[in-house]
């Protein structure tokens, strides 16, 4: 069996009331950008990041 192309993998649900920046908190996780304003979402919003770590990890 091979071994999955990733170390690590997170998922993250975000969930809250309407208008508490759900949506921004995504983009600017997702984006590295903030936009104070832009649509709003109705239903579900996607987004995905991908990060590269070194490949030598030291712990303290």
Do not use: N, Q
């Not at 170390?7 to 759900?22: E, F, Q, R, T």
Request: charged fraction near 20%.
């Amino acid at each position: 069996m091979s071994s999955p192309p990733w170390d690590y993998i997170a998922k993250l649900v975000c969930i809250g009331d309407s208008g508490c920046g759900k949506s921004s908190l995504t983009i600017r996780l997702c984006e590295g950008r903030f936009s104070p304003h832009h649509d709003v979402t109705i239903g579900v919003e996607f987004g995905s990041r991908i990060e590269i770590l070194p490949s030598t990890l030291r712990h303290g």
